[in-house]
């Protein structure tokens, strides 16, 4: 199967938009101590958007976890556990799919031309998904239309997201 803008799995762009799976990611963050300032719930909802657009493997989500919240590694395991039975569970067949049909060429983050390591590695730590994904990578024009609209949409609710985490936080002091 091919993967391009037609035929990328529907449950998954719906996936990209529900805001109950940044409530889950808020809610896991909590439980395990790492909400902070909203930091954590961010962090994991980036590693969603990467596994959820193609990005991110499901099985290399502890690692990244790890990384990107300098935890160790049981922690990071457990955390990537409760993120696989609260949320990605929902998604299994449709990521299954998506990891066997995007290709390495079809779905990359930072083409290997256009960033030093140490660029990548900064954007990867300061930034979201929407300003990780870099679109004109695929052999497929509908593929990369795709992902350049998904991450505006992912940028405007990631946005959305924090002014009503801020609003809430107002309400609750």
Known sequence: MENNGK???EKLKLALSDHENFKKCCQIAEA???YGDGEGADILD????????GNL????VPNEI????K???EV????AKEMDNQIFSNYKEELNNLYKSYTKEETKIFPDSNFSKEEKKENIISGSSSTLIETGNSKNKDVDDLLEKLSLELKKEKEE????????????S
């Not at 493997?57 to 290399?60: D, F, N, S, V």
């Not at 790890?66 to 919240?69: A, F, I, P, S, V």
């Not at 990071?76 to 955390?79: G, L, N, Q, V």
């Open 66 to 69: 790890q990384e990107k919240l």
């Open 46 to 53: 980036n590693i969603f958007e990467k596994t959820t657009t």
């Open 57 to 60: 493997p499901l099985e290399k």
């Open 71 to 73: 935890i160790s590694q």
């Open 76 to 79: 990071a395991e457990r955390i």
């Open 7 to 9: 035929n990328f799995p």
């Open 161 to 172: 997201r924090k002014k009503l985490d801020n609003k809430l936080k107002e309400h609750i």
């Open 32 to 34: 395990f101590g790492i």
